[in-house]
Each structure stands twice: as structure tokens, then as C-alpha cells.
């Protein structure tokens, strides 16, 4: 059983880095809630609304790609609607997304708390219809300026240098002063892009999960100072943006970054090499993002990993063939309890649902495994771990590991599965075991939580992050023994949980383009280049819409190794696109894709 006081470990996070920083919890809490009302939430461990949560973290710095949040029904319902309206946006169906948009405003009686946090993010919503609709931008004003006053004050542009602040409302300040630009107020605009600029500086935001909204701002402020004939500070600007980019491991505003290179004094920091190295780059994005315009490219509200309690819990019955009785039972409770919570009328932010999360091995309430020291993952620190092992260090991945031993309860079943998953990678290394007996260990590890048989039945899988490595190590395991379509057969069939129905967020999508990046080496191993190249050009403008710079960097590699291996024979675009590939890879400073596209350039250029 999970005791009382590690049931809210974000919001303990929350009040120790508002300590460990000497930041003000009425700091954080200005225009989201009462301070009072945050004290009661950590103290009596009262669950937070997920966007007044995700709006502290990230006033704070503090990413929110590491965290599962598993939510009740009508939180879930909200997140259904605000997914669906940025796919309508996406796929420019903006009818359906304003009548979504209506149905959210709606709807918020139902909401528990955060009220105008809500109504807010509708009205960022709506502002990117109303630009793809092409509406004065003085009515788009309006709707921005309504949004903001929802959770900023009044004089909120005389204090932006010390206000910390959200996604939702960096993005609705950066959709102020473009259009501001458009208005011809570019004195107006060029001051909120200066202090916004300065904002991203402090240490919360630098570098930090932001920082594709501040390279919006980045760019466009460049541009003015280009203008303004401010090259020093153009200079400064270019230089913190495109390291803060490639750390991000982003691509899409690198290129033209680098482009206001060209315009400074006979090229100060390129020579004529780099800067067909750089322009490489730009092909490869305009190559798949066909309408790319850097000029009104702005980016669209995210979420990550979000699950409905009631919808996961019924999946994960069905994977592991438990029934409601038999999990009430495990659960020391009625089996009335289980069918009121798989219907959404029980909340699920209860000790019997903490019960419920660890007996089928998801990650317990909203964290990924939360180390209780220093605010870091522990899929971050696993993360350390795999990169020491691919290095080739293995006594630094077997320390980490045990670190993580150390800081983890391990009456947490994902916990177990964890560090056990990557002990038997120490294992495999360290000893020269054949496919069939990993293929066993694998199968071993991953019952800890599933049963490999059980998802094999299944269809519409949805795993998380220890699983869908393991899961695909197991295909892999197959194409060794020669068994590739029982491999593809498990992956396409994992592949379809991360479809529109289950929307699993930004998150999701992430795992279904690595997961369609295996099926798709899976395909080649068997020769069927043509259908592999297929499936990588269905996923490139996956991967561009989302900025992905190291997964464009694999299929661009993955897609002209199949070229070479089809044709034997490579065109004047292909070897274009794999030096925007090599140059891109070398930036973000991956030296393996490095290495494989020097092998694969040396032998078919």
C-alpha cells in the first residue's frame, strides 16, 4: 500500500522547489488559485485539476513530459475535447473545432476547479482558427487580450521580466506581439519579444520543456533586430537560440536561425561549407513540411501522457484476463466498487484506486515513477544508465541503477519491472547470451506487468515507457531467430493503441512514430524496401509537425539506407538530404547516427 504521504509527490516537489529556490508559493499561484488552496492540496494531499497543475510545474520550470497523469472521468472528457480540436485545427476542419470549442466552454460546471484556466485555453484555442481563417487581427486581439487578463494583471506587460508563467500564456503573449508585427506596431511588438526574451534567460525556462515557444520569439525578434540594425544583439540572440534548439533535440527554426548569419558582416561565423551544410538542413524540412513559412509558423498548445483511469483500467483487465471480481479481491474491496469506478461514477483519486493502479503494474497516480530527491525522473536516470551501457561503461549503469534502488519504493510493481529490466541489460552485455535465452528474459521481465501472450491477443495496446522498450526488444529478438513476422505481428498490433480513439496526447505520438520506426526496419530486414520507405514517408511530416530532430535524423537515414539497398545507386537529392541528415546529427550531437551516415556516404557517394 502506498502510504498517505508519498500519494501526491508532484505537489511535494512543487513546495520543496519553491523552498529550494526562495521563490513565493503566492508567486506561482498568481491568477491560477488561492496560495491557501495549494497549501491544503499538499498538505491534506487533495488532487489538483491537471491544467492548474501543469501550469505550476512549468511556471517553475519543472518539465511535465515525465508524468502519467491518470485522470478522472471529466478531466478526461476535457482532455478528449482539447485533442480533438488541435487535430480539427491540424487538419483544417475549423467547423467542427469552434463547435468543440462551444461544447468546452460549456461544460466547465463539471470541471472541478481551474474554471478560467479552462476558458482560457479555449481561448487559445480559438485563436488559432481565427488566424487560419484569416480574421482582422484586431478581433484576434480581443480574443488574445481576453485570454490573458484570465490568470495575469492588468499591468501584466511592466512585470513580464519577473512574472513566472505557463505554456498557455507564453503562447498567448507570443500571439500578442505577432500581431502586434502585423499591425504595424513593431516598436510595440519588438518590446514584448524583448522582455519575453530576457524571461526565457532565468534559469526555470533556459534550455527548459518552453523552449518551442521562446524560438518563436526568438526568431521574430531577430528579424526586428535585423531590421533595427541591432547586430550585437542579433548575435547574442542567434547564439543562445540555436544551442537551447539542438540541446531540445528540435529542428524546424535552425535553419532559418542560421540564415540571419548570412546577413551579418561577410559571414562572421560561417564559411561557404557550413552554410551549404546549414541550407541542407532546410531542405530536409521543406522537403517534407511542404507549406513551411517560418514567418507565421507558430506553434500549437501541447499535452503528454494522459490516460483515463476508467478507459486504462478496463484495457489493462482485458490484457492481463482478470476479471472484476478477481481484481476486487486483490484489491480487498466489493466488486461494486470496481464496476461504479470502470463507469466513471466512483472517484478514482482513492486508496482503492492506488491499489488498483500497482495490481496491473501502471505507474501510480500522476507520476512516472517520481524519485523523491532533487525533482528528477526516474525514467531520466534510467535514461544515464542506457547511454553508460551503450558506451560501453558498465559498472557506471549498474551504479545508476542501483542509485535508483536506492530512491524508489519497490512494493511499486513498475518499479520492480524497471530495474529489472535494466540489470538484464547490464546481464546481456556482460555475457554472451544467445537470442533465445534474452528473448526468455525478456518475456520474464516484462511479466512483472503483462503477460507477452496476453498482448499478443490484444488489440489497441496501450503501454508505457519500460514496456514499449521491452516490447521492442523482443521483436527484435525475433528478427534474430528468424521469426520477423511474429515480430511486425506484436508491433503493428501495439501500434494500433496509439490511434485517434485512445488519444494518449503528445506523448503518444512520440511512441507511435518509434514504434512505426521498427516496424519499418522490420519490413527492410526483409527486403521489402518499397513498403518500408512507405511507412517513413507517411511518419516524416509526423515527425517535422512535432519538431523531433533526432527521430528526422533516423528516418532520413533509414529511408535512403533503403534507397542504397534497392537501387545500389543514390540521386543528387538523396545525398543532399543525407548531408542535412549527417550535419543535423552532428549539431544535436549524436554520434552513432553520425558514424552509420559517414559508412553509408562513403559507400554509395
Same mark, same amino acid.
Given at each position: 500500500?502506498?502510504?498517505?504521504?508519498?500519494?501526491n509527490?508532484?505537489?511535494?516537489?512543487?513546495?520543496?522547489?519553491?523552498?529550494?529556490?526562495?521563490?513565493?508559493?503566492?508567486?506561482?499561484?498568481?491568477?491560477?488559485?488561492?496560495?491557501?488552496?495549494?497549501?491544503?492540496?499538499?498538505?491534506?494531499?487533495?488532487?489538483?485539476?491537471?491544467?492548474m497543475?501543469?501550469?505550476?510545474?512549468?511556471?517553475?520550470?519543472?518539465?511535465?513530459?515525465?508524468?502519467?497523469?491518470?485522470?478522472?472521468?471529466s478531466?478526461?472528457?476535457?482532455?478528449?475535447?482539447?485533442?480533438?480540436?488541435?487535430?480539427?485545427?491540424?487538419?483544417?476542419?475549423?467547423?467542427?473545432?469552434?463547435?468543440?470549442?462551444?461544447k468546452?466552454?460549456?461544460?466547465?460546471?463539471?470541471?472541478?476547479?481551474?474554471?478560467?484556466?479552462?476558458?482560457q485555453?479555449?481561448?487559445?484555442?480559438?485563436?488559432?482558427i481565427?488566424?487560419?481563417?484569416?480574421?482582422?487581427?484586431?478581433?484576434?486581439?480581443q480574443?488574445?487580450?481576453?485570454a490573458l487578463?484570465?490568470?495575469?494583471p492588468?499591468?501584466?506587460?511592466?512585470?513580464?521580466?519577473?512574472?513566472?508563467?505557463?505554456?498557455?500564456?507564453?503562447?498567448?503573449?507570443?500571439?500578442?506581439?505577432?500581431?502586434?508585427?502585423?499591425?504595424?506596431?513593431k516598436?510595440?511588438a519588438?518590446?514584448?519579444?524583448?522582455?519575453?526574451?530576457?524571461?526565457?534567460?532565468?534559469?526555470?525556462?533556459?534550455?527548459?520543456?518552453?523552449?518551442?515557444?521562446?524560438?518563436?520569439?526568438?526568431?521574430?525578434?531577430?528579424k526586428?533586430?535585423?531590421?533595427?540594425?541591432?547586430?550585437?544583439?542579433l548575435?547574442?540572440?542567434?547564439?543562445?537560440?540555436?544551442?537551447?534548439?539542438?540541446?531540445?533535440?528540435k529542428?524546424?527554426?535552425?535553419?532559418?536561425?542560421?540564415?540571419?548569419?548570412?546577413?551579418?558582416?561577410?559571414?562572421e561565423?560561417?564559411?561557404?561549407?557550413?552554410?551549404?551544410?546549414?541550407?541542407?538542413?532546410?531542405f530536409?524540412?521543406l522537403?517534407?513540411?511542404?507549406?513551411?513559412?517560418?514567418?507565421?509558423?507558430?506553434?500549437?498548445?501541447?499535452?503528454?501522457?494522459?490516460?483515463?483511469?476508467r478507459?486504462?483500467?478496463?484495457q489493462?483487465r482485458?490484457?492481463?484476463?482478470?476479471?472484476?471480481?478477481?481484481?476486487?479481491?486483490?484489491?480487498?474491496?466489493?466488486?461494486?466498487?470496481?464496476?461504479?469506478?470502470?463507469?466513471?461514477?466512483?472517484?478514482?483519486?482513492?486508496?482503492?484506486?492506488?491499489?488498483?493502479?500497482n495490481?496491473?503494474?501502471?505507474?501510480?497516480?500522476?507520476?512516472?515513477?517520481?524519485l523523491?530527491?532533487?525533482?528528477?525522473?526516474?525514467?531520466?536516470?534510467?535514461?544515464?544508465?542506457?547511454?553508460?551501457?551503450?558506451?560501453?561503461?558498465?559498472k557506471?549503469?549498474?551504479?545508476?541503477?542501483?542509485?535508483?534502488?536506492?530512491?524508489?519504493?519497490l512494493?511499486?510493481?513498475?518499479?520492480?519491472?524497471?530495474?529489472?529490466?535494466?540489470?538484464?541489460?547490464v546481464?546481456?552485455?556482460?555475457?554472451?547470451?544467445?537470442?533465445?535465452?534474452?528473448l526468455?528474459g525478456?518475456?520474464? %521481465?516484462?511479466?512483472?506487468? #503483462?503477460?507477452l @501472450?496476453? *498482448?499478443? +491477443?490484444?488489440? $489497441? !495496446?496501450?503501454?508505457?515507457?519500460? =514496456?514499449?522498450?521491452?516490447?521492442?526488444?523482443?521483436?527484435?529478438?525475433?528478427?534474430q531467430?528468424?521469426? %520477423?513476422?511474429?515480430?511486425? #505481428?506484436?508491433l @503493428?498490433? *501495439?501500434? +494500433?493503441?496509439? $490511434? !485517434?480513439?485512445?488519444?494518449?496526447? =503528445?506523448e503518444?505520438?512520440?511512441?507511435?512514430?518509434?514504434?512505426?520506426?521498427?516496424?519499418?526496419?522490420?519490413?527492410?530486414?526483409?527486403?521489402?524496401?518499397?513498403?518500408?520507405?512507405?511507412?517513413?514517408?507517411?511518419?516524416?511530416?509526423?515527425v517535422? =509537425?512535432?519538431?523531433?530532430?533526432?527521430?528526422?535524423?533516423?528516418?532520413i537515414?533509414?529511408?535512403?539506407?533503403?534507397?542504397?539497398?534497392?537501387?545500389?545507386?543514390?540521386?543528387?537529392d538523396?545525398?543532399?538530404?543525407?548531408?542535412?541528415?549527417?550535419?543535423?546529427?552532428?549539431?544535436?550531437?549524436?554520434?552513432?547516427?553520425?558514424?552509420?551516415?559517414?559508412?553509408?556516404?562513403?559507400?554509395?557517394?
Amino acid at each position: 500500500m502506498i502510504e498517505g504521504a508519498k500519494k501526491n509527490l508532484i505537489l511535494k516537489m512543487i513546495k520543496e522547489k519553491c523552498m529550494s529556490d526562495g521563490i513565493m508559493q503566492k508567486e506561482i499561484c498568481l491568477g491560477l488559485c488561492d496560495p491557501a488552496y495549494m497549501s491544503r492540496c499538499i498538505s491534506k494531499n487533495v488532487e489538483m485539476d491537471k491544467l492548474m497543475l501543469d501550469a505550476i510545474m512549468q511556471r517553475l520550470g519543472i518539465s511535465t513530459k515525465s508524468y502519467a497523469y491518470i485522470l478522472r472521468d471529466s478531466e478526461y472528457v476535457c482532455f478528449e475535447i482539447r485533442e480533438k480540436i488541435r487535430m480539427h485545427i491540424n487538419n483544417k476542419r475549423f467547423l467542427e473545432a469552434n463547435q468543440l470549442i462551444e461544447k468546452y466552454i460549456n461544460m466547465q460546471e463539471v470541471v472541478k476547479g481551474a474554471k478560467k484556466l479552462h476558458l482560457q485555453t479555449a481561448l487559445l484555442l480559438k485563436s488559432y482558427i481565427l488566424e487560419k481563417e484569416k480574421v482582422d487581427a484586431s478581433s484576434q486581439m480581443q480574443n488574445v487580450e481576453k485570454a490573458l487578463v484570465y490568470t495575469l494583471p492588468k499591468d501584466y506587460e511592466q512585470k513580464i521580466e519577473t512574472l513566472f508563467l505557463s505554456e498557455v500564456e507564453l503562447l498567448l503573449l507570443t500571439r500578442k506581439a505577432l500581431l502586434l508585427e502585423i499591425m504595424q506596431r513593431k516598436d510595440e511588438a519588438y518590446e514584448l519579444y524583448f522582455k519575453l526574451y530576457q524571461r526565457q534567460l532565468d534559469k526555470p525556462y533556459r534550455g527548459g520543456e518552453l523552449i518551442h515557444v521562446f524560438v518563436v520569439v526568438d526568431y521574430h525578434l531577430s528579424k526586428l533586430c535585423f531590421e533595427r540594425g541591432e547586430l550585437e544583439l542579433l548575435k547574442e540572440i542567434l547564439k543562445n537560440s540555436i544551442e537551447a534548439l539542438l540541446k531540445n533535440n528540435k529542428v524546424l527554426l535552425v535553419a532559418e536561425l542560421l540564415a540571419f548569419n548570412k546577413c551579418l558582416v561577410e559571414n562572421e561565423f560561417l564559411d561557404e561549407r557550413q552554410l551549404y551544410d546549414y541550407d541542407a538542413i532546410k531542405f530536409l524540412v521543406l522537403n517534407y513540411k511542404k507549406e513551411w513559412d517560418p514567418d507565421i509558423y507558430f506553434p500549437l498548445y501541447r499535452e503528454y501522457d494522459v490516460y483515463s483511469f476508467r478507459k486504462i483500467i478496463i484495457q489493462r483487465r482485458g490484457l492481463m484476463r482478470v476479471s472484476q471480481e478477481e481484481l476486487s479481491e486483490r484489491c480487498c474491496c466489493n466488486k461494486t466498487t470496481i464496476e461504479r469506478m470502470e463507469q466513471g461514477i466512483v472517484d478514482t483519486q482513492s486508496d482503492i484506486g492506488y491499489h488498483i493502479l500497482n495490481v496491473v503494474g501502471l505507474p501510480i497516480e500522476k507520476s512516472f515513477s517520481l524519485l523523491e530527491t532533487e525533482y528528477i525522473s526516474i525514467k531520466e536516470m534510467f535514461l544515464n544508465a542506457l547511454v553508460a551501457l551503450n558506451n560501453g561503461d558498465l559498472k557506471k549503469s549498474r551504479s545508476l541503477c542501483n542509485q535508483v534502488k536506492q530512491n524508489i519504493d519497490l512494493d511499486l510493481i513498475v518499479n520492480k519491472q524497471g530495474i529489472e529490466w535494466y540489470n538484464f541489460l547490464v546481464f546481456c552485455k556482460e555475457h554472451n547470451i544467445t537470442s533465445e535465452e534474452k528473448l526468455k528474459g525478456l518475456e520474464e %521481465v516484462l511479466a512483472y506487468t #503483462l503477460s507477452l @501472450e496476453n *498482448i499478443d +491477443k490484444v488489440e $489497441n !495496446v496501450i503501454l508505457y515507457g519500460n =514496456e514499449i522498450d521491452i516490447v521492442c526488444s523482443i521483436a527484435h529478438c525475433y528478427e534474430q531467430i528468424n521469426k %520477423v513476422n511474429m515480430g511486425l #505481428l506484436l508491433l @503493428e498490433k *501495439i501500434r +494500433k493503441g496509439y $490511434n !485517434v480513439e485512445n488519444m494518449v496526447g =503528445e506523448e503518444g505520438i512520440i511512441f507511435y512514430l518509434i514504434l512505426s520506426k521498427k516496424v519499418e526496419s522490420m519490413y527492410a530486414s526483409k527486403g521489402d524496401f518499397k513498403y518500408a520507405n512507405s511507412l517513413i514517408n507517411e511518419c516524416l511530416h509526423q515527425v517535422l =509537425e512535432h519538431d523531433i530532430a533526432g527521430l528526422l535524423v533516423d528516418y532520413i537515414y533509414d529511408k535512403i539506407w533503403n534507397k542504397a539497398q534497392e537501387r545500389k545507386i543514390l540521386d543528387e537529392d538523396d545525398i543532399y538530404e543525407l548531408k542535412g541528415a549527417y550535419t543535423l546529427s552532428v549539431m544535436i550531437g549524436d554520434t552513432y547516427m553520425e558514424q552509420c551516415i559517414k559508412r553509408l556516404y562513403a559507400k554509395y557517394c
